[in-house]
């Protein structure tokens, strides 16, 4: 693979990590007490849950079953969607039969996928609880995204010539940069794509586009000095 | 039983951060005399206990102004960084083995610094010393890779640490390295927190480093990770006994009782 | 390749131990009050409420957990380089790092607390005994049963990551489903336990915790009696589905069909979502004082 390919597919990797962190629904702290919408933990950890969940899914079908590239990122997004589909579905069981309060969401009055009305549903003294439907889609969306771009980032690294041990921690080091730069942008919560805070990807993006290009540039020089593999 | 209104308010003398960001940087050089001989491996385990000591203070003065997202995040970006910077250095380095921390260091420079920038400038984070704590974070990072090479490893070139790679090993150091450079402060949290308890803590977890790089040099070292595994745990149990020492004086102890009542404001 | 019956009791074994390790996870981290209902622990003295709790900050779960699975997978790596039985490996290994978690568990406590001075918060060190084998213990089978996930997957469906590497996969992964779901019974439902039933915690009540129990004052031990009714093993079966339903489309279908699958599984996931939306909207009703003020009507 020439270099300019693979600096080109961590770029898109990063800049696909960091649309999937702002899509998933997290409610950090307040979450966890039914205060907020989302899931209740922090936005590095569940995106990185997930994301690494979907690196496992696509290293196994990479080097076990020897298939096309597309499917092998399609496994990465199917591997992260179904570890977050899950845990927020087990979210919204404990959110409904544990605290017995409804998936609402606070910052706006009809959910724009179900065109159901929030406002009347949401706890007084909260924002929101749960993980309602159009928060619910936004979060596989975004598991998506992160799984597929956790699986380019360790494809394009394996192809330039990294051992398969090597590419993977370098990969979840490359994700971890990308998904903090996301979360900083964020600051702590956000519901999904209906979130006002959604509005603010651009300037995550310009910075994924910056940190993700430095660093894929020092990666890919230093293979090319040592020659490829050493 | 009431609580008498706290004490100690007067806040401890500080200890520069530049002079903990050069005892950082010193160790490279117990890292490179753990290189010499597999029976002085265990001087890498002070490379750890000073690189981690830099890492923990920067994590401390960045998380001083709310980083929002919270201080794990922080660890785990700067670990994340250095392992790149330090793959790139020892492939930059793979002739030169004794100049791969230097360019790694480097390089970690740059990753921090392009990180730092984007958060402070094109994220818009007010937090002035954004740049700066993140260089130093991946710097500090790197150098705390290098270290653990040197202990575990007893060499810093890259056979061995493809050796480490190839078990997955590289894992469990990145993850103890942030871990020991995030405890620190995010186990310190509150209003009363103080530089000198929050350091004595790094000191522990760089010791709790130095147990494990020890176990885990049992692999390449054999025998002669029985010195490293002794040293660090009275390194740990040293600073162990410190950092209780001063949580006591800090902290109001009893071995038991109920709730106090508040005065009522 | 694996023929399917195999596979299938490989992945049902997988699966088993993943239901395990998510239960023990969840409920070590409530006896340990960790990661985000902590930080009500955390607010908690500060409005004036002081407690017996054990305020147990170790970063959040997922790089918690990475840390403790890690260290138990690399100890048990390399007893099982010198030809150790799998089993004996893995559980000095888990021992191993039930120490380590024992010790930072404990810094924590003491840290946390020692900066809380000035509201007059006690550092109780009977809560420090009472609690610490019980965090150890749990954290034991949690990382136990992980290591056992990491080697099925590693050494019988030969997954190329490393052993390790597997281990602090999960490790992240786990504690990242931990936190997104038992902790919301502990933090909700237990922690404020004596808030009404049926709604989400008002931000009037931040930090105002409950610290007395039945009998005496709370101890986060009994967090563990109360949470393994619901949070812990709905966590459980989580971690155990996640791992279960990924693992059986690879080993079931070939890997067109495996990603065709997933798609489904995660449209059937989306539609049992809004029905239980459905469900609870249905059921609970709007608040009448809500409709009043912004209007009724769906």
Known sequence: ?230 | MTVAPSSGGVEAKQIRSDLIAALGILSIAPTYAATMSHYLAFLGGFGILLANLWGANSVRTVAKYGIGTGVPSIGMLGLGGSIIAVMAGLYFGHSLPLAAPLIAFVLALLVGFVIGFSARYILKMKIPVMVRCMVEICCAGSLLFFAHFATITGSIEITGVEELTRTGIIMLIFIIGALGILHPYNACLGADENQQRTLRLALVTGGTQFILAGITSILFLGSAAIITIVVGVLAWLVAFRAFVRKSFEDGIVCSTGLIPEVETK | MLDVSTGLGIVALMGAAATIAGAAEDLESDIGSQSNPNSQVQLAPQVGVLHRIFNKAISGEPPAYAFYSSIAATVAWILMTANVNVITSFVVGSFVAALFHGAYATTAYLGRLASQRRYGQPIYLDVIHNHLLGIMGHGFVATFCILVLSYTLWALLKHPFPFVMLAFIWGITIGAIGSSTGDVHYGSEREFQNQPFGAGLNAAYSGKIVTRAEIGTRSSIDNAWFCAKFGGPATGICFGLIIFLDNWRTVVFDPRMAVIVGFAIVAILIAINRALEVFARKTYGPYPEKVAMLGGGE
Do not use: W
Request: charged share 5%; aromatic share 6%.
């Open chain 1, 1 to 230: 693979m020439d270099p300019i390919t693979a600096i080109m597919g961590l770029i898109i990797a990063g800049i696909l990590i960091i649309v999937g962190v702002h899509l998933i629904p997290v409610g950090g702290a307040p979450a966890a007490m039914a205060m907020a919408t989302g899931v209740g933990t922090g936005t590095v950890q569940l995106a990185t849950g997930a994301g690494l969940t979907g690196l496992v899914s696509a290293g196994y079908m990479y080097h076990i079953a020897g298939v096309p590239l597309l499917y092998v990122l399609l496994s990465g997004g199917v591997g992260s969607m179904l570890m977050l589909g899950i845990t927020m579905l087990v979210g919204n069981l404990i959110y409904i039969f544990g605290v017995g309060v409804p998936p609402v969401s606070a910052k706006v009055k009809y959910d724009p996928i179900t065109r159901d009305r929030q406002d009347i549903y949401v706890s007084p003294g909260t924002e929101g609880h749960g993980l309602p439907t159009v928060s619910y889609v936004s979060g596989i969306l975004g598991a998506f995204c992160g799984g597929v771009g956790g699986s380019l980032t360790y494809v394009t690294l394996h192809e330039i010539g990294l051992s398969i041990q090597l590419a993977a921690a370098i990969a979840i080091g490359f994700f971890l940069a990308n998904a903090v730069i996301a979360a900083y942008n964020i600051a702590g919560t956000i519901e999904g794509f209906h979130d006002p805070k959604f509005k603010r990807l651009p300037r995550a993006i310009a910075s994924g586009i910056l940190v993700s290009g430095v660093i894929s540039g020092i990666i890919i020089a230093a293979i090319s000095f040592a020659g490829g593999v050493v």
